[in-house]
């Protein structure tokens, strides 16, 4: 018998139908000579300081440093993950042969791995990779299984990364917690943690001790084109007042008018960072909630695999760019031009095998499906334009310079003229504030204008947002906007695109920042714990960027991870030395108030109910939607208060939840129409609404016809005059 083994029961569920594995037993499927289970993520974590000895088991500054001789795993505290690795132990026992299905990166291999060893394994083991969870890539994947011997240093290096942190978290967070710590608050370290933190209450400090200096800009007014000085910045008022005198009474006279063409490249595609950039920048989603709706976009098969730092296409993508580009439902007026030119276009921006380790890209996949709430559809929107406009021409532009004289004082005005607009055409939509566009000018006319003399002050650099932190660590603290330079940087960046997100989020739970609107600013406690720190090793962006370098070279084979867990073990006993020689310090703790404030209520569902998605988990009752307790260990099953439009009641989702169907619920709203209908939960855990018109009320969209009940749609009566409105059964 073959086992399989998935990250998620979701696709395990997606695998074990496309192989024929249809009988449900308890915590697995079985058929056709095939048995597919899960992890629901991590089952298994290292062990605990006191698992390794009584000496450890108690906080104590003369243990420290905590270096095991040899780290081990254990099984996580939770009857679920128990119930589930004995299962999984069950299986592996009477295997034949193990096929890792695990999500296909560093974190997937070791959730994996660390399975099989606690398992004591000694099945051969096969390795399921893939890009997208689609039934093609699937089967294709299982077509070409790969040794698993081709993954052990990839394994090598996420076993580093987490021992690593294990050394640096466990030893660091007890050495500053005794040092420092007042009223048994813990003062958390990290390898990420601590030096993204470093950046934020630099960065403050920065703004805080900026002392603006005046200064003054003389700019005029002609044929509704700015034209600015070519001295720049006048430190003294009176300079500035001379000149505009001076300028005042006399004509603008246009000079030398100097027009370059050049090519504006499409866009990027997006890696899971710059996505999570845009997102924040455009839709204010937190990195967090970007990940959580490009994953649910994978799993629900929309998208390719999220967690990813490359911009770039392997080549043997190149043949299946245009199946994709037809598949793609709502935009057909973008993609039918390319489809249309016959070749596709193939840029080196784009298709680079050199850029790629594991993974490539964020692109759709060419499925669709109809039940996104509005968020995962702004991203899927995202994501699809994006991979859209890299195969459209270049955007042809003119940069224009037209010099100025106003007596003997220079002026000049500079803009954009967009000749050929080329992949602008599939943002047409988004309105780009940097264009400025001239008018015509001629050398030599002359007229009036209108001088303006402008005091203004030096500002200081601004506070981080989610969005500019996220770029901060993918280059390590250096500002990069040329996106060349950036993916040169990435090799020396802080944390990996899946777990930056999380590390921002673990320093709003320790209270170390708070956000101001969009800004992130750290708190008095953030303040003093990196004042505390005196060592670079442990809050220095660059320094981490290095050994996030070396954790590559593990998984790329080049390093040996003896000698970056030497390198680890050496730093951290320099660092315990240095903290307990150096003198006491006080740290501000925030009051126990705001943290209950901070605390989020959750209440019991109505009835205890089991989540439908991983079948451990119970559900409980958040601030706007009802999710699973077992988020913890991967499952992410949640469900929104509100579906089309209307809020459940506690009956309502327990009965949904219960019997898989809601009783008959008025006031959806569906494309401007009210329905009513039941609620459908299906195998994958999404949500399908099934809605009964009774009656015929007038068409939302033409506002003539009638709507009609088809055989699988609710139509408009007057389609023969081009109404397009049309509302399918299953939503």
Same mark, same amino acid.
């Given at each position: ?36 289970? #899960? ?45 589930? *690795? ?42 399921? #990779? ?41 030893? @660091? ?7 420092? @710590? ?9 390898? %990420? ?9 630099? =960065? ?11 200064? #003054? ?5 002609? +044929? ?8 720049? =910045? ?8 001379? %000149? ?36 924040? =920048? ?68 784009? *298709? ?24 995962? +559809?702004?991203?899927? $929107?995202?994501?699809?334009? +994006? ?47 940097? /264009? ?15 001088? $303006? ?20 660590? &993918? ?5 990069? $906007?040329? &996106? ?141 939607? #009802? ?67 009774? /009656? ?29 409105? =049309? ?5």
């Amino acid at each position: 018998m073959k086992l399989c083994i998935a990250e998620k029961p979701s696709v395990a569920r997606e695998i074990a139908h496309i192989l024929g594995a249809k009988t449900r037993r308890d915590g697995y499927f079985e058929g056709n000579g095939y048995q597919v289970s #899960w992890t629901f993520g991590h089952l298994c974590t290292l062990k605990e300081p006191n698992d390794y000895t009584d000496k450890w088991k108690y906080w104590n500054l003369r243990e420290l440093p905590m270096i095991p001789q040899r780290f081990g795993i254990k099984v996580i505290e939770d009857e679920g993950v128990k119930k589930q *690795f004995n299962i999984l132990q069950g299986l592996i026992e009477k295997a034949d042969e193990i096929i890792n299905c695990g999500d296909a990166g560093q974190e997937g291999e070791l959730i994996q791995r660390w399975v099989l060893i606690k398992a004591k394994n000694k099945a051969p083991i096969k390795r399921l #990779w893939i890009s997208s969870l689609t039934e093609e890539a699937i089967r294709e994947g299982f077509n070409n299984l790969l040794s698993s011997e081709k993954f052990d240093h990839l394994y090598e290096a996420g076993s580093a990364r987490a021992i690593g942190d294990w050394l640096l978290g466990m030893n @660091g967070t007890r050495l500053y917690t005794l040092k420092y @710590g007042q009223n048994k608050q813990v003062l958390s370290i990290g390898r %990420v943690q601590t030096p993204t933190l470093a950046m934020i209450v630099e =960065r403050q400090k920065e703004i805080e001790n900026f002392k603006p200096e005046p200064y #003054w800009e003389i700019k005029t007014l002609y +044929r509704e084109t700015v034209f600015s000085s070519t001295k720049g =910045r006048f430190k003294k008022p009176e300079d500035a007042k001379t %000149v505009l005198e001076e300028i005042s009474k006399k004509d603008l006279h246009i000079g030398k008018i100097q027009t370059k063409n050049s090519n504006e490249h499409p866009p990027r595609l997006f890696d899971l960072t710059s996505l999570q950039v845009e997102c924040n =920048r455009k839709f204010n989603l937190s990195a967090e909630d970007t990940l959580r709706k490009i994953q649910s976009l994978y799993e629900k098969k929309l998208t390719t695999y999220p967690r990813v730092d490359t911009t770039f296409l392997s080549d043997d993508i190149y043949k299946k760019v245009p199946s994709t580009l037809k598949k793609l439902k709502g935009y057909e007026s973008l993609t039918h031009p390319i489809i249309e030119a016959g070749k596709i276009r193939k840029s080196k921006k784009v *298709f680079d095998n050199k850029k790629i380790t594991d993974h490539h890209a964020i692109i759709p996949t060419g499925v669709n499906r109809t039940d996104l709430n509005d968020i995962e +559809r702004k991203v899927y $929107d995202l994501v699809t334009k +994006r991979f859209i406009a890299v195969f459209y021409p270049d955007c042809q532009i003119a940069n224009t310079t037209v010099e100025a004289t106003i007596g003997k004082h220079n002026f000049k005005a500079t803009g954009k003229q967009i000749l050929k607009p080329g992949w602008r055409v599939v943002f047409s939509r988004e309105t780009n504030n940097d /264009d400025r566009i001239l008018p015509q000018f001629t050398t030599g006319e002359h007229g009036p204008h209108k001088p $303006d003399l402008q005091k203004k002050q030096t500002q200081p650099p601004n506070y981080y947002t989610e969005a500019t932190l996220l770029r901060a660590m &993918e280059t390590a603290g250096k500002q990069m $906007d040329d &996106e060349e330079l950036r993916e040169l940087m990435k090799e020396n960046g802080i944390g990996r695109p899946s777990t930056r997100a999380n590390i921002i989020e673990t320093l709003f739970r320790r209270r170390y920042i708070r956000k101001e609107r969009k800004r992130l600013v750290a708190t008095q406690t953030g303040i003093d714990l990196v004042d505390t720190i005196e060592n670079d090793m442990l809050k220095s962006a660059e320094l981490t960027g290095q050994w996030e370098r070396k954790l590559k070279q593990i998984e790329s084979g080049e390093l040996a991870i003896s000698l970056f867990m030497d390198e680890l073990k050496t730093m951290v006993k320099e660092v315990i030395n240095q903290v307990k020689n150096s003198p006491k310090k006080e740290i501000t703790i925030l009051e126990e108030k705001d943290k209950k404030s901070k605390k989020k209520k959750t209440t019991a569902a109505p009835k205890e109910l089991i989540c439908p998605l991983c079948g451990n988990g119970k559900l409980i009752k958040g601030k706007s939607a #009802w999710g699973c307790s077992g988020w913890k260990n991967g499952c992410k099953f949640t469900l929104s208060f509100e579906l089309f439009e209307k809020k459940l009641t506690d009956k309502q989702f327990e009965t949904l939840i219960s019997k898989k169907k809601s009783s008959v619920i008025k006031g959806f709203v569906y494309q401007k129409l009210k329905l009513s209908g039941n609620l459908i939960l299906t195998e994958e855990s999404t949500i399908q609404l099934q809605p009964q018109i009774k /009656d015929t009320p007038g068409c939302p969209q033409c506002g003539k016809g009638k709507i009609l009940k088809g055989k699988t749609a609710w139509g408009c009566s007057n389609f023969n005059e081009g109404c397009s409105f =049309r509302v399918p059964f299953e939503l």
